[in-house]
């Protein structure tokens, strides 16, 4: 078992760019969450697919969307990016109902 | 809302030494308690969960935590530590009723010294 992937692991980009991370969760899972980890802090919700719909968002712009596949794998999407948004993304996956997320090692974005 | 509280951003603690990471929580309903590991340049991995029963929990790697509901905390704690145990923990909480997302505390550095 791969355990939850993600891709790319490193990324650079610039401000006002698009950026997609994508994510593939562990074996037998079906939700897969992502939460944004800056530099010093702890992770922060950013939102949770299920089915293919986003079941729940934290407290982000509308400017991080994502997706989810039927294969349960997913996309982050950041439109317009600004210096802030360099961070550590990191991707769980778990199965519905599961108390237990999955953590992959996590995509992290340099925006200059 | 629910929030996490990790008192210490840093603790230093020479090996084979004791060491506690202290975190307080604040909710207004249950919840379930978890810490996660992050060794550099790594994810996130789950060191040890409190979900019911027993107030003390451990992990593989001789840490423990006891959660303690009248004082809303739940300290992780280890008799012994090794130069491997250097890393970041991370305390967690979810809701029980069924809301995926989890709070995390800003994180504890525990540095090894030799």
């Known amino acids: 078992d791969a355990g939850v992937t993600q891709s790319p692991t490193h990324l650079i980009k610039t401000r006002g760019q698009q950026v997609t991370l994508r994510c593939s969760p562990k074996?037998?899972?079906?939700?897969v969450s992502w939460y944004q980890q800056a530099l010093g802090q702890g992770p922060q919700f950013i939102f949770q697919?299920?089915?293919?719909?986003?079941?729940q968002r934290g407290n982000f712009p509308d400017r991080f969307s994502g997706h989810q596949f039927p294969n349960y794998s997913s996309e982050l999407n950041v439109n317009a990016l600004l210096l802030g948004d360099s961070a550590l993304y990191l991707c769980?996956?778990?199965?519905?109902?599961?108390?237990?997320?999955?953590f992959g090692p996590g995509t992290r974005l340099t925006v200059l | 809302a629910q929030s996490v509280t990790q008192l210490d951003s840093q603790v230093p603690v020479f090996e084979e030494a004791p060491v506690e990471l202290r975190c307080n929580y604040s909710?207004?309903?249950?919840?379930?308690l978890f810490w996660y590991v992050q060794y550099p340049n790594q994810g996130l991995q789950l060191l040890l969960k409190?979900?019911?029963?027993?107030?003390l929990v451990e992990s593989i790697n001789g840490f423990e935590a006891e959660f303690n509901k009248s004082q809303t905390s739940f300290h992780l704690r280890k008799p012994s530590v090794h130069i491997s145990d250097t890393a970041e923990y991370f305390c967690?909480?979810?809701?029980?009723?069924?809301?995926?997302?989890?709070?995390f505390g800003k994180g504890t550095r525990l540095h090894i010294l030799p």
């Open positions: 769980a996956s778990s199965s519905d109902g599961g108390t237990e997320q999955f």
């Open positions: 409190y979900l019911s029963g027993s107030t």
């Open positions: 074996s037998g899972h079906d939700t």
């Open positions: 967690a909480v979810i809701k029980q009723d069924r809301d995926d997302k989890i709070i």
């Open positions: 909710s207004s309903v249950s919840v379930y």
């Open positions: 697919y299920y089915e293919e719909e986003e079941r």
